[in-house]
């Protein structure tokens, strides 16, 4: 009986990759000059979000236009494009149950000077601007945006030894087939 659990328990753990949230971080060249990513990158892992992908790469103009669409005929675009291409940045795609809303909450808002301490720009940064990273406001977003960063075969779906201990209970059956 206990093998039979124990198996059927391994199943919907198994599923259960397959159905978690993915969101997209990116680490912004200030981060990285000031050598603070593995420090976030860590934080994510403590919060047993798991990484599916993460690459270091230069934003070109097209890339960000298409990233920032929305905020290109501001008057401060032309700072962000700069900040933005000071150096490379990481992209980073994180999965794990709500994923998008649970990296919002420890990312903190924009303003990092109004980001609440233990946040990621709580604790990293003073500026609006130089705020040490990017993520998804959404999950139709994530989406969008993770297919602009990572190209296919570029993301992985692994079975991790520990997910099993990072979710469980009535909670495990929320997110499982």
Aim: a negative charge.
């Amino acid at each position: 009986m206990i093998i039979c659990c124990t198996e059927q328990l391994l199943k919907k753990l198994t599923n259960l990759i397959t159905i978690m949230e993915k969101t997209l971080i990116l680490i912004k060249p200030n981060a990285i000059q000031r050598g603070i990513m593995g420090d976030i990158v860590t934080r994510f892992e403590r919060k047993a979000l798991r990484s599916a992908g993460m690459k270091m790469m230069f934003l070109t103009d097209e890339i960000l236009a298409e990233h920032y669409a929305h905020l290109v005929e501001r008057p401060f675009y032309p700072y962000l494009k700069a900040s933005m291409q000071a150096g490379p940045v990481i992209a980073l795609c994180l999965e794990g149950a709500e994923a998008v809303e649970t990296v919002r909450q420890m990312v903190g808002v924009t303003n990092s000077r109004k980001a609440l301490p233990g946040t990621i720009r709580g604790d990293f940064s003073m500026s609006g601007e130089q705020n040490v990273v990017h993520a998804s406001d959404s999950v139709e977003n994530a989406q969008i945006e993770i297919n602009r960063f990572f190209k296919e075969g570029e993301l992985f779906d692994y079975e991790s030894a520990v997910t099993r201990f990072e979710y469980g209970g009535e909670e495990t059956l929320k997110y499982m087939k």
